[in-house]
């Protein structure tokens, strides 16, 4: 009875976060995504996937500026899950963001099979990646994939000047600082 509650709790605060997130968007106007983090279980719920259907067919015109995001391991754990997913939230103009991506995590031939809209590269990826051969083999390797399957590569965190340089110059799409 409590796991049961506490999977409700965490698919009720998802639910919420998600309809916040969709009136922001309206109240504001704004013109960006918003990523919104989603748990494992709530991927998995059929309640939270009629409830988003109902939510973005009433939004259609903001549908794709939400970004739902997930974690690479999660998305290891269950890649038949997690392809379904993505294709219900895309046939919903919504997009997936695959986060903390790094070289153990998924082999190319499955993000070929997933087709996400984007892949966060893994903080560890970017932070020192001037001075890794390895880092910045993977991360241009990533953007070239990402180029043929039309996948939008991010980084996030970086803290040098000279890796955030060398990001943009193997061809990452956004990087935070």
Known sequence: PLRRQRQMCIRDRDKGVTARAVEY??????????????????????????????????????????????????????????????????????????KRFETQS????????????YIRLARDIGNGIEGDREK??????????????DIQVLAENIQADEDLACLNEVGVLGVSR
Not at 136 to 149: D, H, Q
């Open 106 to 117: 998924i082999a190319p031939e499955k993000i070929k099979q997933l087709k996400p809209d």
């Open 136 to 149: 910045y083999e993977f991360a241009k390797i990533m953007v070239e994939v990402g180029n043929l399957l």
């Open 25 to 98: 968007i309206k109240a504001n106007k704004i013109a960006y995504e918003i990523a919104i983090n989603l748990s494992a279980r709530t991927v998995k719920n059929s309640d939270f996937r009629s409830w988003l259907t109902a939510l973005l067919t009433d939004n259609k015109s903001i549908a794709d500026q939400i970004v739902f995001s997930v974690s690479a391991y999660a998305v290891t754990k269950e890649i038949g899950v997690y392809k379904e997913f993505i294709g219900f939230v895309q046939d919903l103009n919504a997009k997936v963001l695959i």
